[in-house]
């Protein structure tokens, strides 16, 4: 009999017989979603240590060698991509924008991902409340303005400027100077401001897929923990060990509120596929608050697919966040589905730093990969570790796995 990965694995070859199917992404560690990938499903990617490795196990991955790593929409462009991709291939990207998409319209492909110009009104820190309506109830006390216009009235808290990315943009005022720093640069900038509330971050991956939401394993956000960064806000890990020790069953119901609400918003909207929600606990009263709407796939989606293939299942209604991802943008009906839960297994990142990182050798049976990049722009990733178990004792506190990579 055929558990739920050989069941849709089937119809996603099915759908893929007359067409092929090309991931291109800058970081092949984001496109490894499927264990056994289908026929007709190929990776173009960069050439560097980690993908050569890879690329020597699977056949279905094209590296595309270059002095420098380049960008997805650079791939794209790459003679070898279009030569290899043909007119009415389908494509799929890590994060979609305009660029990529009238390349794809240029070279007659089908690119699945949703619109750019919905994710990019989506994700916007400034835009995004206009979106949320009734739904921007969820996120922290907050108000937009120009930079400029901000005043300090001695109390911390949280400016955002339009667009971010894993907390680039995003600045904790606790002084006058800070706030005067900000407005000298950018005074006529619009901004987000929000009340500071200090607590636990935690975050998901779900699935638009048909008429269905998909709610992915919540994870607790490893953020700002000194060595891995400098920046406080700087997500960099996730432990899927953690919430069940740090949420309350009321809490984790409010949660999945709030995701299923949004994921509601997005169907109705058009959207497609994966999208990742980041939520704060407040340490004192308990409550709540959106942080942030990731409209695309989550940059932890490919290993906790991973995680949840390790699981040892039978049930035909049980697939990984990756497989659902897929299949939705094939629009393969979703049937009985759902998505396989994990409760383990951690990942950390460590990223470029103004101090020089000694990479340290890990001997631990639960190390899964190590994976290094060729990344030299501050705040970028260095090194990924990733863990069968949990790396957090509790909130900002490593266990002792943790602290051997510390």
């Not at 009263?285 to 290993?303: D, H, M, V, W």
């Not at 990942?347 to 050798?361: E, F, L, S």
């Not at 290094?372 to 957090?392: E, H, V, W």
């Amino acid at each position: 009999m055929l558990n739920s990965t050989g069941v849709l694995q089937q119809s996603i070859a099915k759908r893929l017989l007359k067409r092929r199917l090309f991931y291109v992404c800058r970081d092949i560690e984001r496109t490894m979603g499927l264990i056994s990938p289908p026929p007709n499903y190929q990776i173009i990617t960069n050439y560097n240590e980690f993908s050569v490795k890879l690329a020597q196990q699977y056949s279905h991955i094209i590296l595309i060698k270059e002095k420098e790593q380049l960008d997805t929409q650079e791939l794209l462009s790459h003679p070898r991509a279009k030569h290899i991709i043909r007119k009415n291939d389908f494509v799929v990207v890590f994060k979609n924008n305009s660029l990529i998409e009238n390349i794809c319209q240029k070279n007659n492909w089908h690119l699945l991902n949703p619109s750019a110009k919905l994710a990019d009104k989506i994700e916007s820190k400034v835009s995004q409340v206009g979106w949320l309506e009734k739904l921007a109830k969820y996120l922290p006390p907050h108000q937009i303005n120009i930079c400029g216009k901000i005043k300090w009235k001695g109390k911390p808290f949280i400016l955002q400027f339009n667009h971010s990315h894993t907390g680039d943009g995003t600045f904790f005022i606790d002084s006058e100077k800070k706030l005067a720093d900000l407005q000298k640069k950018f005074s006529q900038r619009p901004v987000r401001v929000a009340d500071y509330i200090k607590g636990p971050a935690f975050t998901n991956n779900n699935v638009v897929w048909g008429n269905k939401i998909f709610i992915g394993n919540i994870n607790y956000q490893i953020t700002g923990l000194s060595p891995f960064t400098d920046n406080k806000f700087a997500t960099i890990g996730n432990d899927w060990a953690l919430p069940t020790q740090l949420l309350s069953n009321k809490q984790i119901k409010q949660y999945k509120q709030i995701v299923t609400e949004i994921g509601k918003k997005l169907k109705k909207d058009g959207w497609k596929g994966l999208y990742g929600i980041d939520i704060i606990v407040d340490e004192k009263s308990g409550r709540l608050y959106l942080l942030e709407i990731n409209a695309r796939q989550p940059a932890s989606t490919t290993f906790e697919s991973q995680l949840q293939k390790s699981e040892v299942r039978s049930l035909k209604s049980e697939v990984s966040t990756f497989e659902a991802h897929l299949a939705s943008l094939l629009d393969l009906p979703n049937k009985e589905y759902k998505l396989i839960s994990i409760n383990n297994g951690a990942q950390i990142i460590q990223r470029v730093t103004k101090k020089k990182i000694k990479v340290p050798r890990i001997d631990d049976k639960s190390v899964i990969n190590t994976i290094k990049y060729n990344n030299a722009t501050p705040g970028s990733d260095l090194i990924r570790f990733q863990f069968s178990k949990g790396l957090m004792k509790k909130h900002n506190v490593l266990n002792a796995l943790g602290k051997k990579i510390k």
